[in-house]
Nanobody, 121 residues
Framework: QVQLVESGGGLVQPGESLSLSCAPS????????VNWYRQAPGKQRDLVAT???????NYKDSVKGRFTISRDNAKNTVYLQMNGLLPEDTAIYYC???????????????WGQGTQVTVSS
């Protein structure tokens, strides 16, 4: 059973940086569009950033210029570099991806378990 595994969360002070990563737990054939979402306590889950298979990116307005999503297709890993973190960035960050386990199987959507990011002085 393939799972998406996020890592890199933690506690930082305002203005500092964190880098999150997302990768499947086992070897897969291909990972397609990947999204990072976040959910703060008592709020809905929001889309933060998206990267397509060929590297096109989109961002939530409030993180533009501070966050960068990137991917390493050879490693089937997606990253979210977060700079200039603000207290309002505090949330659980989730990876969501369309992936294909083998070339003989279909594409399906998968969520990670989430990683906590806390920005506080």
């Amino acid at each position: 059973q393939v799972q998406l595994v996020e890592s890199g969360g933690g506690l930082v002070q305002p203005g500092e940086s964190l880098s999150l990563s997302c990768a499947p737990s086992t070897s897969i054939f291909r990972m397609y569009t990947v999204n990072w979402y976040r959910q703060a306590p008592g709020k809905q889950r929001d889309l933060v950033a998206t990267i397509s298979t060929d590297g096109n990116t989109n961002y939530k307005d409030s993180v533009k210029g501070r966050f960068t999503i990137s991917r390493d297709n050879a490693k089937n890993t997606v990253y979210l570099q977060m700079n200039g973190l603000l207290p309002e960035d505090t949330a659980i960050y989730y990876c969501n991806a369309n992936l294909q386990k083998s070339r003989f199987e279909g594409v399906y959507n998968l969520w990670g378990q989430g990683t906590q990011v806390t920005v506080s002085s």
